[in-house]
């Protein structure tokens, strides 16, 4: 039989060369006894400088779910770049812990980060307009500093922070954030699964789209799952997930389209072989029941083991 060489979290590929899971897993064992610190600011910004690659950390433009944003300027280039430092205490690194004895929390934010960096870089080949992925080190993402004209200093605003009726032909707006999910499902053969106007940012040169760190790519061979690509027919859930939350966004301006037909439309490109699995699927099960027996039962396991771990920590603290 052979094992299993990655990570069952799907979208996160974890070999087990190189270190060894006894090593993460004795990592998360010592946890108690070396407590782990959230990363403020100022530590965000001595590790930035630590790498030796940068000359000077300017501001704080950002701070999501799951990262802290800094603007700085490039040792060699001088070039304004962006870094994204992975935090470890969030609701995103907790969700991806569960289930995962054998990883610690700063493990988890450099897997995360080596995430995105690696699906930025699968985007920008595919010539999808994402900010381009420069280097990666552990917690650190740097990328290419999106500002909101050429030569400006000023970070490009997210969709969602701006009056979409202020701007001239907002419709045009929607159609071009539609092309670029189509794209991304189409040429970058991957599902974004958090796009929203909260991950898109405008500038003069158009939309950008950003935060991929969760994104997978579908299988368009095989038609089935592994540890880190889904089944096309889950793709398609996606993706509608995708277009729907797009165009919640939008609505509210009273502009709006019919997330399903978009959806059908965009899954019409799709090569003749990958449309025929669609039709079959459908009329099998519903699209979002095919998650292999095999995965229903490590997924069962990871939750059980989860809330046994935090029974026992709140039994800790009650007493």
């Known amino acids: 039989m052979v094992k299993n060489k990655h990570n069952q979290k799907i979208g996160f590929e974890f070999s087990n060369k190189g270190r060894q899971f006894d090593e993460y897993r004795q990592q998360r064992n010592t946890r108690s006894v070396i407590q782990t610190k959230e990363i403020i600011v100022t530590e965000a910004i001595n590790q930035l400088l ?9 501001s704080v433009i950002g701070a999501g779910k799951e990262a802290t944003v800094l603007l700085a300027q490039e040792k060699e280039t001088n070039d304004l770049i962006c870094a ?6 969030t609701s995103t ?14 493990t988890m934010a450099s897997i995360a980060a080596k995430q995105e960096y690696w699906n930025l ?15 990666l080190l552990n917690n650190i993402m740097i990328m290419d500093f999106i500002n909101i004209e050429e030569d400006s200093i000023i970070p490009a605003p997210i969709l969602s922070d701006v009056k979409i009726s202020d701007i001239d032909d907002p419709e045009n707006l929607l159609y071009e954030a539609i ?11 991957m599902i974004h699964g958090d796009y929203s106007n909260d991950n898109l940012m405008i500038t003069d040169r158009g939309l950008v789209t950003m935060d991929v760190s969760q994104s997978v790519i579908y299988n368009q ?3 089935i799952d592994t540890p880190t690509r889904i089944r096309i027919d889950r793709a398609v859930d996606y993706l509608l997930a995708d ?9 509210k301006y009273r502009i709006s389209i019919d997330s399903k037909e978009v959806c059908h439309n965009i899954i019409k490109e799709l090569p003749k072989k990958l449309q025929k699995f669609l039709e079959e699927a459908k009329s099998i099960l519903p699209i979002s029941r095919y998650i292999p ?5 490590k997924e069962m396991q990871r939750r059980g083991e989860f809330q046994r771990r935090t029974n026992k920590r709140y039994q800790k603290k009650k007493s």
């Open 50 to 58: 630590a790498i030796g690659k940068i000359r000077r950390a300017i």
């Open 121 to 135: 870089y699968g985007l920008y080949k595919a010539n999808i307009p994402v900010p381009k992925p420069r280097y």
């Open 84 to 89: 994204k430092v992975f935090r470890y205490f």
């Open 221 to 223: 061979k095989t038609f």
């Open 93 to 106: 690194i907790r969700k991806r812990l569960q289930g995962t004895r054998h990883i610690s929390k700063e």
């Open 243 to 251: 277009i729907t939350n797009l165009n919640k966004g939008f609505s």
């Open 179 to 189: 092309d670029i999910i189509a794209r991304m499902f189409l040429e970058g053969k």
């Open 293 to 297: 027996e095999r995965y229903s039962a």
